[in-house]
């Protein structure tokens, strides 16, 4: 795991700041692919195939998705997102049958786009009518070309459906047949072709907190370091926060501090290979004590830089701290 340096959370002053390497930014007036390669991926496919679910693994890979985007659109949405602060360099742009202005030419877009420098792909979702029809069953949603087929049936618009959308399908770089597929196999798929280093990268907070203030919500994991004796009642450690060198040796040193940590970076490791297997990308790991001054801030510390230490893990992990500084 790699460990990322962030500041400390206060009630006053919650924030949290990473390294990063910074990017460039794009002046107004130029070109989308003029500042830094700029890459958009038009995900596209019959209803019911999977497009939300796609749409949120690209989100989660880093892409800024917008949905039922006008194609006439695209070109602009490209170059405002190189002229943003931060430069937006990835755009998932969801398209269906839903926009009025869908006419199906999603090959000339992407032509235009890869000839201003822009690397665009075409991703199209489908699957078999026995599996579309039961899908839109569960989900009790109607078609959106069911009302304009001639029998105002489902099956009839899922047909017209795939015949509006042929032309896209036999333009699309990518086609996923997702008849067979489970959301969580889906999920890889995308993963292994939008990815990159980043689909196979969980972000990771060890945060520590108080309980008297509540158990974080977001909370996968929770750790209780009440059963260590409270450096509070130490005078000369009160006054201090499990930052601090002598607070952490305290805690640390206490009979089963030293266990319970080997023990808690086990089942952390443990259950951060699952969620990779399992797609998920963010964990928070909670530990806490009383006031999360001394006993859950220096494990909280200790845990991050044993989870760190491996940098082959495929986990970038950072430690926050929501109620030091609270008292």
Not at 283 to 294: I, L, P
């Amino acid at each position: 795991m790699t460990r990322v340096e962030a500041s400390t959370d206060t009630a006053e002053n919650s924030k949290t700041t990473e390294t990063s390497d910074p990017q460039p930014t794009a002046r107004r007036g130029r070109s989308a692919a003029d500042a830094s390669p700029v890459e958009v991926v038009i995900v596209t496919g019959l209803s019911g195939a999977g497009r939300g679910t796609a749409a949120k693994v690209l989100e989660d890979l880093g892409y800024y998705v917008a949905d039922n985007l006008p194609p006439e659109l695209i070109g602009r949405m490209v170059e405002l997102g190189a002229e943003a602060e931060p430069p937006i360099r990835k755009l998932a742009l969801v398209m269906d049958v839903r926009n009025r202005f869908f006419t199906g030419n999603l090959a000339a877009v992407g032509e235009h786009l890869r000839a201003a420098g822009v690397r665009t792909r075409i991703l199209f979702l489908e699957a078999s009518d026995d599996v579309l029809i039961r899908r839109f069953g569960f989900a009790r949603r109607r078609h959106p070309l069911q009302s304009e087929s001639a029998d105002g049936t489902l099956t009839a618009g899922i047909a017209a459906e795939r015949r509006r959308l042929d032309p896209v399908k036999t333009a699309a770089d990518v086609v996923i047949d997702t008849t067979a597929l489970s959301i969580h196999q889906l999920h890889r798929k995308l993963e292994e072709v939008y990815g990159g280093d980043a689909a196979t990268v969980l972000q990771l907070t060890v945060q520590s907190f108080g309980f008297k203030y509540g158990v974080p919500l977001d909370a996968d994991m929770v750790f209780d370091l009440r059963f260590l004796p409270n450096p509070h009642w130490i005078p000369e450690l009160r006054e201090k926060t499990g930052q601090d060198a002598p607070v952490s040796e305290y805690v640390l040193s206490r009979p089963g501090a030293q266990d319970y940590l080997d023990t808690a970076r086990h089942l952390v490791d443990l259950t951060t290979e699952g969620y990779r297997q399992e797609g998920k990308r963010y964990m928070t790991v909670a530990v806490g004590c009383t006031g999360g001054k001394h006993r859950s801030v220096a494990m909280a510390e200790a845990l991050c830089d044993a989870l760190g230490a491996d940098d082959e893990s495929g986990v970038v992990v950072r430690v926050v701290h929501r109620d030091l500084g609270r008292e």
